[in-house]
């Protein structure tokens, strides 16, 4: 029997974003949104393996190319149903447990994932995740088993489309407050409108401009300067 990957790292893309369409390509500082997304997750030191899941519509061919491009696998999956595209590519990589990230939140730091699934083996709960933080300063942690389950007995579309309702209804789930630095709910680091994009692309540009790095803790240092 081959090995089950400990975390299996899923990132889930499209392309059809109702609010700012093909935002996973758009350019930060040279690369794309889902390239920065994929950056920032890889710095855990605790996913095994991380995998993009998108679509097998041929909109999202740009997608896959751009990650075959990268060396980055991908699964290919329903559009709409994404709980059954996590499903099946937790059954193509076997994963024991998941670690779900967006792909429109580009500092979604590795270290803070790693103190997720810390907090996760320690409450040995079925579900994980941290509450009061920086908006799109989230993730969240699950064992491939009540995947399953979600997947098999999911209710309805608005399950089916955000993967983990279900889960958090019919599991046992620790949902524990982030460390007070990143505790600023009021803050937003998600790429969802154009006003997002601009702020968020000043950032990139600026950092690259001062040669410092691209993480949150310095998008919290010039966050703080601006009330200053």
């Known amino acids: 029997m081959d090995k089950l990957v400990e975390y299996l790292c899923i990132i889930q893309a499209r392309l059809n974003s109702s609010r700012l369409p093909a935002k996973v390509m758009l350019d930060l500082a040279g690369k794309t949104l889902l390239e920065r997304v994929y950056e920032s ?3 855990s030191t ?23 491009s990268l060396g980055i696998e991908c699964y290919r999956g329903d559009l709409n149903n994404v709980l059954e595209r996590f499903y099946k590519t937790s059954l193509e990589y076997k994963a024991k447990n998941i670690v779900r990230i967006t792909a429109d939140n580009p500092l979604m730091d590795g270290r803070i994932i790693d103190d997720l699934i810390e907090v996760y083996e320690k409450e040995l709960t079925d579900y994980a995740m941290f509450s009061n933080a920086i908006y799109g300063l989230s993730a969240e942690v699950f064992s491939a088993n009540v995947l399953l389950e979600a997947n098999k007995n999911a209710r309805n579309n608005f399950d089916k489309e955000h993967v983990t309702p279900y889960i958090k209804d019919m599991f046992t789930c620790h949902i524990e407050d982030i460390s007070d630095i990143y505790k600023i709910p ?7 409108t154009l006003e997002d994009y601009i702020k968020m692309n000043n950032f990139y540009s600026l950092i690259a401009k001062n040669n410092e790095k691209a993480d949150i803790d310095t998008f919290i240092k010039y966050h703080l300067k601006t009330l200053q």
């Open 41 to 43: 997750v890889n710095k």
């Open 46 to 68: 605790k996913i095994s393996k991380i995998v993009v899941a998108t679509s097998n519509k041929t909109s999202d061919d740009i997608i896959a190319n751009k990650l075959s």
């Open 186 to 192: 009021t803050l937003s680091i998600t790429v969802d």
